[in-house]
């Protein structure tokens, strides 16, 4: 919790953008929270995540807060496929009381940006992809991943030079850009400079095309600084 609050108070000097807190923990999570509140900084907070392991203490501490954006992680242990994956967002598949997304409305939140759940290539990555195009099109929130960690448990990269690993970065993160995604869990801020300038060109690909489609594009600052 300590760190938490350290780490936050850094960030929130450094940027006047959105704060993602961010934890396995619940108490650390909730401490970051906290912080936000006394340091009136919660509008700016994204909570990360809320998922299978949900509690009544988390959901009332959440409608509390104020917080109003949450990441809300479609992980299903007992179903990882795609219907597994929707439906405990919908209905909580025998995994949650409810569906996570009822969840999220009863703590309170008004922006859901759903994530798929990664997991490794060979265990459900391309799932992953395709359950963030499906939620989409079924309830309109914004999606995204963190889907960088899907290579890592591959042997053959781990051998790889930097150079190499940093393609296969910037590859995973464009896919995902490519298969409808609004926001990226990117990883390292030192990624930033290589997959920041991928991802504007890969978003400006696909604006292009759904301009042809009729699609009003004119609020897509990347196309327009790009392209103009």
Same mark, same amino acid.
């Given at each position: 919790?300590?760190?938490?609050?350290?780490?936050?108070?850094?960030?929130?000097?450094?940027?006047?953008?959105?704060?993602? +807190?961010?934890?396995?923990?619940?108490?650390?999570?909730?401490?970051?929270?906290?912080?936000?509140?006394?340091?009136?900084?919660?509008?700016?907070?994204?909570?990360?995540?809320?998922?299978?392991?949900?509690?009544?203490?988390?959901?009332?501490?959440?409608?509390?807060?104020?917080?109003?954006?949450?990441?809300?992680?479609?992980?299903?242990?007992?179903?990882?496929?795609?219907?597994?994956?929707?439906?405990?967002?919908?209905?909580?598949?025998?995994?949650?009381?409810?569906?996570?997304?009822?969840?999220?409305?009863?703590?309170?939140?008004?922006?859901?940006?759903?994530?798929?759940?990664?997991?490794?290539?060979?265990?459900?990555?391309? +799932?992953?992809?395709?359950?963030?195009?499906?939620?989409?099109?079924?309830?309109?929130?914004?999606?995204?991943?963190?889907?960088?960690?899907?290579?890592?448990?591959?042997?053959?990269?781990?051998?790889?030079?930097?150079k190499v690993k940093d393609c296969?970065?910037?590859?995973?993160?464009?896919?995902? +850009?490519?298969?409808?995604?609004?926001?990226?869990?990117?990883?390292?801020?030192?990624?930033?400079p290589y997959v920041f300038p991928?991802?504007?060109? +890969?978003?400006?690909?696909?604006?292009?095309?759904?301009?042809?489609?009729?699609?009003?594009?004119?609020?897509?600052?990347?196309?327009?600084?790009?392209?103009?």
């Amino acid at each position: 919790p300590e760190a938490m609050e350290t780490y936050l108070s850094f960030a929130a000097d450094a940027t006047t953008g959105p704060l993602l +807190v961010d934890s396995p923990s619940l108490d650390v999570r909730l401490a970051g929270v906290r912080w936000a509140l006394e340091a009136g900084a919660i509008d700016r907070i994204i909570y990360n995540s809320l998922n299978l392991t949900i509690t009544d203490e988390e959901i009332e501490a959440l409608r509390a807060s104020g917080v109003s954006c949450v990441i809300v992680l479609a992980f299903n242990p007992k179903d990882s496929g795609l219907n597994g994956r929707l439906k405990l967002l919908e209905d909580g598949a025998d995994v949650t009381d409810a569906g996570l997304l009822d969840l999220a409305s009863a703590a309170g939140i008004t922006k859901v940006l759903v994530d798929p759940a990664v997991t490794p290539i060979g265990n459900g990555a391309g +799932v992953a992809v395709r359950t963030a195009l499906a939620a989409k099109a079924k309830w309109g929130h914004p999606v995204g991943s963190g889907i960088h960690n899907a290579p890592a448990s591959l042997p053959w990269l781990s051998d790889k030079d930097r150079k190499v690993k940093d393609c296969v970065d910037v590859a995973t993160n464009v896919l995902q +850009v490519a298969m409808c995604a609004d926001y990226l869990l990117y990883g390292p801020i030192e990624h930033a400079p290589y997959v920041f300038p991928a991802v504007a060109v +890969v978003d400006t690909i696909v604006a292009d095309a759904a301009q042809e489609l009729g699609t009003d594009i004119s609020k897509n600052r990347t196309f327009t600084e790009l392209v103009g």
